[in-house]
């Protein structure tokens, strides 16, 4: 690929990130760092994944660490300046979203626009292009409680990326959107990976194997695994059991995340 | 005001969108309506036979409560996991739309009952309105906006069942919505709830709730 040399730029840094909810620990002392491309993050329900994205979508704050994104440090209670800054080049698609009931899509994308600090010039023009980005035009003036799940996603989606995002976070972005719409977004991702760093939590690892250049495994608040969408594939295709995965990137992930326990467990 | 001026003296801003995503122009037209209510009624129960201004109490009591429950009801945010990734604090916007909307309520309510202010009138109707929207603006950040209407009706219809006849003393605390006006333990009662109360939403935000 032609982004050899941007991939080298560390965007995302973590180290010792711990996320605690009460008593229940969601990540232990976690170290990472992406760079720009589409970095799939997998692992079971309840895994840390969503904990992760948080905090690297600066809504939850960490119980201890260091984040550094885009090249400045965002996770002290006291770094408000510089989480401004980053809030400025970040999109951010959560698991749950809520919206106000009476705005249609060009309204909510253009409030998340707002909220973004966008110069409002650029505004209107910014949010066509999300929201055509992600096959809504014909949408646009509709209202978004009037929309199916799918089309809501997809919504979801367009707010995310409408200020043109240096770091973008995607929680589960394909459940709900139908064949034939997955296949489209993730070949959105794979343009939107050759600019930026972006970041997509799922479970579904066919998404991963489609559009993703790199692969996290995340299992109890660690890391399980990380490597390639390629080595993942062929950790699958070694002679692995059958019974792991119906192709080798589902076995792969298995045998990846059985290793990890086995490892854990012997410890 | 530009644009420019405005960043550069840091003022907030309440853009069209954000009204909209807080259903003010809704809460606006309830005030008005509550207002309208309120004048009418206290109007009404003094031209009632052997009533006088003091049958002006069960307005003083319940016009507040309704306007602090539709101040507290738009501080809901509808959408409080983007919110939260917004670039510039909110502290600013919430400090804002509170004092903004309790601008309007005191102003409109106070003249609403017109006439013997030493007792259930205006001042009285102000010192009700800070308190209760104080309360109500308390529970927006403790329970949520979806039920901070509550609180403040539980203790409204206790201290209108329970209030004793004579003003002043220990009520004057306790009771203070019931008190006729120039009590000054009721004043520093309200006005300690509008502050803190007020100052626990600014700073905390609207408690989140599930989408």
């Known amino acids: 690929m032609s982004t050899v040399t941007v991939r080298n730029a560390r965007t995302v840094r973590v180290s010792g990130l711990t996320v605690r909810h009460r008593r229940r620990t969601a990540l232990d002392a976690v170290d990472l760092d992406f760079a720009p491309g589409v970095h799939g993050l997998l692992g079971p329900n309840g895994a840390g994944k969503t904990s992760l994205i948080r905090v690297l979508a ?34 951010y698609l959560p698991q749950e979203f809520g919206y106000y009931p009476g705005f249609t899509v060009r309204e909510f994308v253009s409030y998340v626009a707002w909220l973004k600090e966008m110069p409002a010039a650029q505004v209107p023009e910014a949010v066509e292009r999300a929201v055509a980005r992600v096959g809504l035009a014909d949408r646009i003036d509709a209202k978004v409680k009037t929309l199916s799940g799918g089309m809501v996603r997809r919504v979801g989606i367009a ?11 995607l929680d589960e972005p394909t459940a709900g959107l139908d064949p034939e719409q997955r296949v ?15 970041i997509v939590s799922t479970h579904l690892v066919e998404d991963v194997a489609a559009a993703c250049t790199e692969v996290t495994l995340v299992e109890a ?3 399980a695994y990380r490597g390639t969408t390629a080595e993942l594939t062929a950790i699958g295709s070694n002679g692995a059991d059958d019974s792991l995965g119906d192709n080798s990137i589902e076995r792969g992930y298995t045998a990846a995340l059985r290793a990890h326990r086995t490892a854990v467990a012997g410890r | 005001m530009s644009e420019q001026m405005r960043r550069t003296m840091n003022l907030p801003d309440l853009p069209a969108l ?17 207002v309208l209510v309120a004048a009418w009624a206290a109007d009404w129960l003094q031209d009632q036979p052997h009533f006088d201004h003091t049958a002006r109490v069960p307005v003083l009591v319940l016009a507040p409560l309704l306007a602090s429950a539709a101040i507290g009801a738009s501080l809901h945010s509808h959408s409080d996991e983007l919110d939260r990734t917004a670039v510039r604090p909110w502290w600013p916007r919430r400090l804002l739309h509170l004092l903004a909307l309790t601008v309007l309520a005191t102003g409109a309510l106070a003249l609403s009952v017109p006439g013997h202010p030493e007792e259930f009138g205006a001042p009285g109707m102000v010192r ?28 409204s219809g206790a201290v209108y069942l329970a209030a004793p006849r004579t003003p002043g003393g220990a009520a004057a605390v306790w009771a203070w919505p019931m008190q006729p006006g120039p009590q000054g333990a009721a004043w520093a009662v309200a006005v300690a ?14 408690r989140p709730e599930p989408v």
Do not use: C, K
């Open chain 2, 128 to 155: 009700n309105v800070l308190g209760a929207t104080g309360v109500t603006a308390a529970s927006v950040a403790l329970i949520g906006a979806r039920l901070s209407w509550l609180p403040m009706t539980v203790y």
């Open chain 1, 159 to 169: 707010q995310a990326i409408v200020n043109d995002p240096d770091l973008l976070l």
């Open chain 1, 221 to 223: 608040g660690r890391i």
């Open chain 1, 58 to 91: 600066t809504v939850a704050a960490p119980s201890g660490g260091r984040v550094e994104l885009l090249g400045s440090e965002v996770g002290a209670v006291t770094d408000h300046r510089s989480r401004s800054a980053v809030r400025r080049r970040l999109g």
């Open chain 1, 184 to 198: 489209e977004f993730r070949a959105l991702l794979r343009e939107l990976g050759e600019t930026s760093t972006v």
């Open chain 2, 193 to 206: 709830a509008y502050v803190a109360g007020g100052a626990l939403l600014v700073v905390r935000g609207a």
């Open chain 2, 18 to 34: 954000y009204v909209r995503s807080r259903a003010l122009p809704l809460t606006a037209a309830a005030l008005t309506g509550i």
